[in-house]
């Protein structure tokens, strides 16, 4: 039977910044491992940065709860978040699906109770081996003709704006991560399926233009690459497009998005004009608290 539920959606992504319980963090904090070690994707490691900057007090979680409650989105994909049993002190009253991975950085949706749905396998592809982070899948009013496949990611950093064929390490990585997204979106534009990609691509796709490749196949430019209108539903399309840019608080020095909401053609039709949303922090909670380094994007879409 299809769901009554018919309101518009509003769809949100969001960067949690090393998102982890207390009662996780304080045990790992005493058996911290330096910052520049490299952690697998099956080890529960606390890099020592971390451990001595991002814990969070009650209030900490409390202010992020506030900032979710003010976001009010129906589906957030979250990034940096180890499991429900830390997304659960921000998102008190949603449901969760989570990627597997072992490693506290896990990729996953945040769900408003009511709303069908079913989780979906890791997209295992994604990690490189499990050395980067898997990709969580998420069905939304699974069975009925307004199914919709979701799929929050948090792609290699440290490539926002070279060509992916730079000598850089994070750039080759990031070069590797692209032919499992664009699987998942052309297997999903074959199958006819309304689907976005949501999250962190630490990449600035709205100045990624030019030639997808160079003339011997090299990738140079991950939204050329993806955005390549074959098949046809997988003609993307950028929920920030056209939307100035804001930082998170006054006196962050960043100057263009990395976290993005990527509609498929036909679902970008049902997007609601002008519900581009970024939510920013209030100066005296960044001083006051540990919030993220990112803040919460969102857009709305018809329901029906």
């Known amino acids: 039977m299809a769901s009554s539920y018919i309101a518009p959606l509003k769809l949100a992504t969001w960067n949690l910044e090393w998102l982890i319980s207390p009662s996780v963090f304080k045990p790992l904090k005493q058996t911290c491992t330096p ?11 606390l890099p020592c940065d971390v451990a001595h900057s991002l814990e969070r007090s009650t209030r900490d979680f409390k202010t992020l709860a506030r900032y979710a409650e003010q976001l009010n989105a129906d589906v957030i994909a979250l990034q940096e978040v180890d499991g429900p049993q830390a997304a659960q002190l921000v998102f008190p009253h949603y449901k ?6 072992l490693h506290l950085q896990n990729n996953g949706f945040a769900i408003r109770p009511g709303l069908p749905y079913r989780c979906g396998p890791d997209l295992r ?74 999250g962190d691509f630490n990449r600035d796709l709205l100045h990624d233009l030019g030639p ?46 990395i976290d993005f909401i990527v509609f498929s053609r036909s679902l970008a ?6 519900s581009f949303q970024r939510l920013t922090y209030a100066p005296l909670d960044v001083r006051r608290t ?12 018809r329901g029906d």
Request: with cysteine; glycine share 6%.
């Open 35 to 45: 910052r520049d070690e490299h952690t697998p994707g099956a080890d529960r490691r």
């Open 269 to 274: 039709a049902a997007r609601i004009p002008n």
């Open 96 to 101: 969760f699906c989570f990627t597997a991975r």
């Open 125 to 198: 592809a994604l990690s490189l081996n499990d050395n980067l982070r898997r990709g969580a899948e998420l069905t939304l009013f699974p069975g009925e003709p307004r199914e919709l496949h979701l799929l929050s990611i948090h792609l290699k950093s440290g490539c926002s704006t070279k060509p992916l064929n730079a000598p850089e390490k994070s750039c080759a990585d990031l070069a590797r991560q692209a032919p499992a997204l664009e699987a998942w979106i052309d297997s999903q534009a074959r199958a006819g399926h309304r689907f976005a990609v949501l």
């Open 212 to 257: 997808a490749r160079t003339a011997n196949g090299q990738l140079l430019h991950l939204w050329s690459e993806l955005d390549d209108g074959d098949p046809p539903e997988s003609n993307l399309v950028n929920a920030a497009e056209n939307s100035p840019f804001k930082n998170c608080t006054p006196g962050q020095g960043y100057t263009a998005y």
């Open 290 to 301: 540990k919030l993220s380094d990112h803040c919460p994007i969102a857009v709305n879409i």
